[in-house]
C-alpha cells in the first residue's frame, strides 16, 4: 500500500500537459540564442542554401520537366560545407565519438595524462589538416568546378575554414580540461559547462 501511495504522490507532482479541462496546456520554453557560436551561423547558411538548392532542384526536374544541371554538383559543395562547418560546433561542445572505457580502469595519474595526449593530438591532427587543405589548394591553382565556372578552392577554402575552426575550438576545449583538472574521458557524466 505504501508503494501505491508514493508512486501516486511522484505521479501528482509531474508537469501535466493536459489541465482538468480535457485541453492541451503545453508552454513552449524562451528560445535563447545568446549561446549560439559563429560557426553555428556559417553551417546554418549553408544548410539554408543547400536546401533552397534542392528544392530548385526538384521544382525544375519535377515540376518543370526540366531539371537545372547546376543544382547537383553546388548541392553537393553546399553538403561538404555544411558538414565541415558544422563538425567545428561538435568539438566545440567535446560530444564527438570517443571511447571512455580504459579510463575507468586506469590509474587517475595514467587517465590524466593520457586525457591531456588526447587533447593534444586533436589540436595537432586540425592544424595539420589546415595547412595539408592550404597546401592542396596552393597545387590546384586555377582548377575549376564541373558545370559552374568558379575555382574549385572556394570549396577547398571552406574545408579549410573548417579544420581551422575545429582547431581553434579544439584549443579552447583542451584550455577548459586543463582549467578544471578532468575530462570528459575521465568522468564521462561531465559536460563542457561543468564547472568543477
Same mark, same amino acid.
Given at each position: 500500500?505504501?508503494?501505491?501511495?508514493?508512486?501516486?504522490?511522484?505521479?501528482?507532482?509531474?508537469?501535466?500537459?493536459?489541465?482538468?479541462?480535457?485541453?492541451?496546456?503545453?508552454?513552449?520554453?524562451?528560445?535563447?540564442?545568446?549561446?549560439?557560436?559563429?560557426?553555428?551561423?556559417?553551417?546554418?547558411?549553408?544548410?539554408?542554401?543547400?536546401?533552397?538548392?534542392?528544392?530548385?532542384?526538384?521544382?525544375?526536374?519535377?515540376?518543370?520537366?526540366?531539371?537545372?544541371?547546376?543544382?547537383?554538383?553546388?548541392?553537393?559543395?553546399?553538403?561538404?560545407?555544411?558538414?565541415?562547418?558544422?563538425?567545428?560546433?561538435?568539438?566545440?561542445?567535446?560530444?564527438?565519438?570517443?571511447?571512455?572505457?580504459?579510463?575507468?580502469? #586506469?590509474?587517475? @595519474?595514467? $587517465?590524466?595524462? /593520457? !586525457?591531456?595526449?588526447?587533447?593534444?593530438?586533436?589540436? =595537432?591532427?586540425?592544424? &595539420?589538416?589546415?595547412?595539408?587543405?592550404?597546401?592542396?589548394?596552393?597545387?590546384?591553382?586555377?582548377?575549376?568546378?564541373?558545370?559552374?565556372?568558379?575555382? #574549385?578552392?572556394? @570549396?577547398? $577554402?571552406?574545408? /579549410? !575554414?573548417?579544420?581551422?575552426?575545429?582547431?581553434?575550438? =579544439?584549443?579552447?576545449? &583542451?584550455?577548459?580540461?586543463?582549467?578544471?583538472?578532468?575530462?570528459?574521458?575521465?568522468?564521462?557524466?561531465?559536460?563542457?559547462?561543468?564547472?568543477?
Amino acid at each position: 500500500m505504501n508503494n501505491t501511495r508514493h508512486d501516486t504522490s511522484v505521479i501528482d507532482q509531474m508537469p501535466t500537459v493536459m489541465g482538468a479541462d480535457g485541453q492541451f496546456h503545453a508552454v513552449d520554453d524562451e528560445v535563447d540564442l545568446s549561446d549560439t557560436t559563429p560557426e553555428a551561423w556559417v553551417a546554418l547558411l549553408f544548410f539554408w542554401a543547400l536546401g533552397l538548392t534542392v528544392f530548385y532542384q526538384f521544382f525544375t526536374r519535377y515540376a518543370l520537366n526540366n531539371s537545372a544541371a547546376w543544382t547537383e554538383e553546388i548541392a553537393r559543395y553546399l553538403l561538404i560545407a555544411t558538414v565541415f562547418t558544422g563538425a567545428a560546433i561538435g568539438v566545440g561542445k567535446n560530444n564527438h565519438i570517443q571511447v571512455d572505457f580504459f579510463y575507468r580502469y #586506469m590509474p587517475a @595519474v595514467l $587517465g590524466r595524462f /593520457m !586525457a591531456t595526449l588526447v587533447d593534444v593530438v586533436r589540436i =595537432a591532427f586540425f592544424g &595539420a589538416a589546415t595547412v595539408l587543405t592550404w597546401q592542396m589548394m596552393e597545387r590546384l591553382g586555377s582548377y575549376k568546378m564541373t558545370i559552374i565556372d568558379l575555382p #574549385m578552392n572556394l @570549396v577547398y $577554402g571552406v574545408c /579549410m !575554414a573548417g579544420f581551422a575552426a575545429m582547431c581553434l575550438r =579544439a584549443t579552447w576545449v &583542451a584550455v577548459h580540461h586543463w582549467r578544471r583538472g578532468f575530462s570528459v574521458l575521465e568522468r564521462p557524466e561531465s559536460t563542457m559547462q561543468d564547472r568543477d
